[in-house]
């Protein structure tokens, strides 16, 4: 799947690393965590999912039991999806490093790469943006990931803004 490939991965990792350092989260943990989160994609519930693979990875790998538990923990609570509430810093980060990775340029790209895989026409990713990408800001959770995801926001709105004018009228200022 194009809208969730390696690239989506690699961002993430790049983000992760990039907040953790900043808030003083523990990299290992949270890079480990970013590269496996999304290893069970396309399966029901796939947040426990990934944390479960992850698991059996990591152990098969001979990680301390404690590691392994605090990346599970990061990767199970990355999605809303799985109604697992990040209880540390480091499920905080990865959880803002997926949702900014849905906003800004990057995140109308793959609305529109994920909307093209299903069909689904520009009216109805515009109705996505109202349901999920537009309320992304709000979830974002540490101070850095706020900051990164300010101007990301700001980007979406005047997107979505300009493409209902155009959708549904002329352009934006007729
Ligand atoms: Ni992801």
Known sequence: MSSHDRGHVKRVVRLVRYIAEREGADVEV??????????????????????EKAREIL??????????????????????????E???????????ADKLDAMGAIGI???????????????????????????????????TGRELGRERHQFLVEFYQRLEAELWGINRST
């Open 109 to 143: 790209a793959r609305a529109f790469l994920y909307s093209g895989e299903r069909g689904r026409s520009v009216e109805e990713t515009l109705r996505h943006f109202e349901d999920k990408l537009l309320k992304l800001y709000d979830a974002l959770r540490t101070k």
């Open 30 to 51: 949270v890079v480990t965590a970013a590269e496996l989160h999304d290893i069970a994609r396309g399966e029901p519930d796939h947040a426990r999912r990934s944390a």
């Open 86 to 96: 990040p209880r540390t810093p480091e499920a905080s980060i990865l959880s803002d």
């Open 59 to 84: 152990r098969r790998k001979g990680y301390a039991e404690e590691f392994v538990e605090r990346v599970a923990h990061c990767i199970e609570a990355h999605s809303f999806s799985s109604r697992v």
